[in-house]
């Protein structure tokens, strides 16, 4: 108890601090609402990538794997030119303002940053055209400094009260462009002397120096340092156990991280290389957690079986189709999970065990590394296992959700025989 007094008391006021930072939550809102696409081109990626060498060859034979490569390349491949908009977007709505205008001039500043560079067509001529390489994965940090920078510009500019305001008899929509357009040229001017100044220097570009001297090593260490991602996953839990949303508080630290690292994978397997460069990456933890936080799914299935009370036999059928689908609500705060000694370590220790475990299985060989290829965050375990790596994966999951029920197993039992006891007293009376 003292244990959970001390988190109680240091540990969720700093979640919920983080949990309530706009800055944060518009970096995780702006990913967030770039998912749909994302997934889009991934689904897409699969269908072009299925292991099924005869429809593979068809493909290749016909041309049709190029065209089913376009939505990724239109999507996935260009995910930090949607991000800064939808950043920027909901920065600026947090402080009540306009969000399209400043997602506008946001966008403006990330292509403004990222400028033109001279190629060579196939005539040997030479051409001016914007480098993809930033507009990916790799230009995701860039693409969040600007949108949070310029937008707080953007904002300052207008709660100054520089802007340029019509008689009410004019439209909306024109009005609201004429609003926008000093708090833009004020963010756009200022990306035009960064975007200078930097040209100026060894890197050449910001792109190449935030990539070069923060993104590249952040996901280095992250990438490969399972322990740093066992502090985060276990975090995540703690703030769970105290009924705060920690897949979002602490992911709007992880996601800019391991989307990018998910990505480098997706780029491998469009490839068609065998191994995946990073171990650690968005896709990872889908593979040992089933159900939402605690990888429940393996709870939901030991109470649909072995519960004796009524209550936790009619909240385990309840809960296991949702649980599937990776929201376990019902649990957490049904059972409850939250802030219930009994269930305190299986909820703080699975998940983190699970990483150690899948982590040194994936780097030994034995289990394969996902493809990262984005899925929907609701698919389900062995399903999403066999996208992500074929059937060796799908088998793998469906061990971890056996493995998480007989964690969970005795720790729910002793909930399950105190419901019971109180049943059978409810009943002689």
Request: no cysteine; charged share 5%.
């Given at each position: 108890m003292k244990l959970m007094d001390f988190l109680e008391k240091y540990l969720t006021p700093v979640g919920a601090a983080l949990g309530n930072n706009r800055y944060l939550k518009a970096v995780s809102s702006g990913l967030v609402a770039v998912v749909s696409a994302t997934i889009v081109g991934s689904i897409f990626t699969l269908l072009a990538n299925l292991p099924i060498t005869a429809y593979t060859e068809w493909l290749k034979a016909t041309g049709f794997n190029t065209v089913l490569s376009i939505p990724g390349q239109c999507t996935t491949d260009l995910i930090a030119l949607y991000a800064v908009f939808f950043i920027s977007y909901n920065l600026a709505k947090s402080f009540k303002k306009d969000g399209a205008g400043a997602g506008l001039a946001a966008l403006v500043s990330f292509m403004i940053v990222t400028g033109r560079t001279g190629f060579f067509n196939a005539e040997g001529g030479a051409v001016a055209a914007v480098a993809v390489d930033y507009l990916g994965a790799k230009g995701l940090f860039t693409a969040m400094l600007i949108a949070l920078i310029g937008t707080r510009l953007y904002v300052w500019v207008i709660d100054k009260g520089w802007v340029i305001k019509l008689p009410e008899s004019v439209p909306p929509a024109v009005a609201n462009s004429f609003s926008a357009l000093i708090p833009t040229a004020f963010s756009v001017t200022l990306w035009l002397v960064v975007a200078g100044a930097m040209r100026m220097t060894s890197f050449g570009s910001l792109h190449a120096m935030i990539f070069g001297v923060i993104q590249s090593n952040l996901m280095k260490f992250m990438g490969n340092n399972i322990w740093s991602f066992m502090f985060f996953n276990f975090a995540t839990n703690i703030l769970w156990f105290f009924g705060l949303h920690g897949g979002n508080i602490v992911g709007a630290i992880t996601n800019p991280i391991y989307t990018p690292l998910a990505l480098e994978n997706l780029a491998a397997f469009q490839a068609g290389e065998t191994v995946m460069p990073n171990i650690i990456s968005g896709a990872f933890t889908k593979t040992f957690t089933s159900g939402g936080v605690g990888s429940m799914f393996g709870l939901a299935i030991v109470m649909c079986i072995f519960a004796k009370?009524?209550?936790?036999?009619?909240?385990?059928?309840?809960?296991?189709?949702?649980?599937?689908?990776?929201?376990?609500?019902?649990?957490?705060?049904?059972?409850?999970?939250?802030?219930?000694?009994?269930?305190?370590?299986?909820?703080?220790?699975?998940?983190?065990?699970?990483?150690?475990?899948?982590?040194?299985?994936?780097?030994?060989?034995?289990?394969?590394?996902?493809?990262?290829?984005?899925?929907?965050?609701?698919?389900?375990?062995?399903?999403?296992?066999?996208?992500?790596?074929?059937?060796?994966?799908?088998?793998?999951?469906?061990?971890?959700?056996?493995?998480?029920?007989?964690?969970?197993?005795?720790f729910f039992k002793i909930v399950d025989n105190q419901a019971l006891k109180q049943e059978q007293e409810g009943g002689e009376e």
């Open positions: 009370s009524k209550q936790m036999k009619t909240l385990g059928r309840l809960a296991l189709p949702t649980t599937m689908f990776f929201i376990n609500e019902p649990l957490l705060f049904g059972i409850p999970v939250v802030l219930n000694p009994l269930f305190f370590f299986p909820l703080l220790l699975l998940t983190p065990t699970l990483a150690f475990i899948t982590y040194n299985l994936m780097r030994i060989g034995i289990v394969p590394i996902p493809h990262g290829i984005q899925l929907p965050w609701t698919m389900p375990p062995v399903i999403n296992g066999f996208l992500q790596g074929g059937i060796g994966l799908a088998i793998y999951e469906a061990l971890t959700v056996a493995a998480a029920a007989a964690v969970w197993f005795p």
